[in-house]
Every structure is written in C-alpha cells, then in structure tokens.
C-alpha cells in the first residue's frame, strides 16, 4: 500500500513540474548548447521528465535528485537518463565528471 502511495506521489508531483515544461525546455536549449560529446548534470530534475526532451542530444545526461523514491522511479521510466541519488551540496561523482550544469527546477532550493 505504502508503495502505491509513494506512486501516486510522484506522478502527482511529475504533472505538477511539468507545467510550462516546453517554454523551459526551449530557454535551456537554447541557453546550454547541448553537444553530443557532452556529459551533463541535471540538479533536482525530479522524475527526469522534462530532462528526457534534451537527453538524446548528448553522451550521458544525470539527474542528480535526493529523494530515494523519486530516483527509483526514475530508474524504472527513464533507463536512458542516470539517476543519482544525493544532494547538490555534496555530488557523489568525481570532480570535474560533468561538462554543464543544469538546475532550472531547484535553484530556488540553494
């Protein structure tokens, strides 16, 4: 029951951050300049839903999300995006792992 809930949850807070989603998506292509040599990170992208419209475009994109059911559920809709689970404040990558840098969901969070 718990995990039907937690489903509930997140496709509830997926709708929710995907409103407006197609002006944000065209102000980020526009803005990054997405290569396909490029590994980018995508800081609290929630589900990735919004970072599955611009993850063909390079060589690995990572939604970096610190809520774990969040990450799950993103592992098991979006196998074409990697999910990590922490926070920005601590990325558990190497340093210098990432080309660009994105966090138009969560810059209101730092």
Known sequence: ?????????VKLQEFTYTIGAPKRI????EHIDIRPSDTILDIGRNTGKITEAYSNNCREI????????IVEYGRSHR??????????ENIPLPDEYFDK??????????
Request: proline share 5%; with cysteine.
């Open 26 to 29: 065209q102000v980020i292509s």
């Open 79 to 88: 196998p074409n995006i990697k999910f990590v689970e922490g926070e920005a």
């Open 101 to 110: 840098v994105v966090a138009s969901a969560s810059l209101h969070h730092f």
């Open 62 to 69: 990572v939604v970096l999300e610190p809520k774990c059911s």
């Open 1 to 9: 029951m718990r995990e039907l809930y937690n489903n509930l949850i």
